[in-house]
């Protein structure tokens, strides 16, 4: 079955600390690979996307993921957090074939004390 | 740019009656409209897919007669949760796809309806 894994549900890191949310994804074929962000009171916003080309794709705020087709990952990673980046992070799949539905994992809640 | 207005944000009602809720795509022509279900602590559920001026594609497990899709122009999308039950109390996101290749999904800030 398709699926989304977000190894981390809950992270809490002060600032400056680097930080790196993992995803992984059942095998699927080809796949477009989505972060999403949802601040306090907010909707969900796109980070980053990668559909093809560089596997290191860099997104808004100096977040950037990486795509490792080998182990099914795309962990996403930024060198030094700020306060305003407290926030739900959400990795989403859209397997090829899947008329653009995304599959999504649970979520990491992410702290970040100042 | 790629504005999702979603309405209402919350409401409230008694079981038994029928709630509508409203997906516009404010600056885009979303051909393809989302509609998603997110439990507390638990990730987003897709609920169906419309597409405009098509009979949307209900996810399996989900009641096409309790949950209305219609998706009537490329700038709106509705969902009625018609005859509504405690149960059916939850959040419900929306999001609006442009109709050209490689973009991503975006999103509405949500309904929060609960059914007394």
């Known amino acids: 079955a398709q699926s989304v894994s977000q190894h981390n549900h809950h992270v809490i890191l002060s600032e400056a600390a680097s930080l790196e949310l993992g995803c992984n994804y059942s095998?699927?074929?080809?796949?477009?690979l989505f972060w999403y962000v949802q601040y306090p009171g907010q909707h969900l916003q796109l980070l980053l996307k990668?559909?093809?080309?560089d596997p290191l794709v860099k997104g808004i705020k100096g977040f950037e993921a990486e795509f490792i087709k080998s182990k099914f990952s795309f962990n996403l990673r930024k060198p030094s957090v700020q306060w305003s980046d407290t926030a739900e992070y959400f990795c989403?799949?859209?397997?090829?074939?899947?008329?653009?539905?995304?599959?999504w994992g649970l979520g990491t809640s992410l702290a970040v004390n100042p | 740019g790629a504005v999702v207005s979603q309405h209402p944000s919350w409401v409230i009602c008694k079981s038994g009656t029928s709630v509508k809720i409203e997906c516009r795509s404010l600056?885009?022509?979303?051909?393809?409209m989302f509609w998603y279900r997110q439990f507390p602590k638990q990730s987003l559920m897709l609920m169906a897919t419309?597409?405009?001026?098509?009979?949307?594609?209900?996810e399996q497990g989900v009641e096409k007669d309790k949950f209305l899709i219609n998706h009537a122009s490329l700038t709106l999308s509705t969902l009625t949760v018609t005859s509504a039950h405690p149960e059916d109390s939850s959040f419900y996101i929306c999001?609006?796809?442009?109709?050209?290749?490689?973009?991503?999904?975006?999103f509405g800030d949500g309904t929060r309806l609960s059914i007394l």
């Open positions: 999001s609006a796809e442009e109709g050209r290749s490689n973009q991503p999904q975006h």
């Open positions: 600056d885009f022509q979303a051909t393809t």
């Open positions: 419309s597409n405009e001026g098509s009979k949307a594609t209900y």
């Open positions: 095998y699927g074929g080809t796949v477009n």
């Open positions: 990668y559909f093809s080309g």
């Open positions: 989403a799949v859209n397997y090829a074939g899947n008329n653009r539905k995304l599959i």
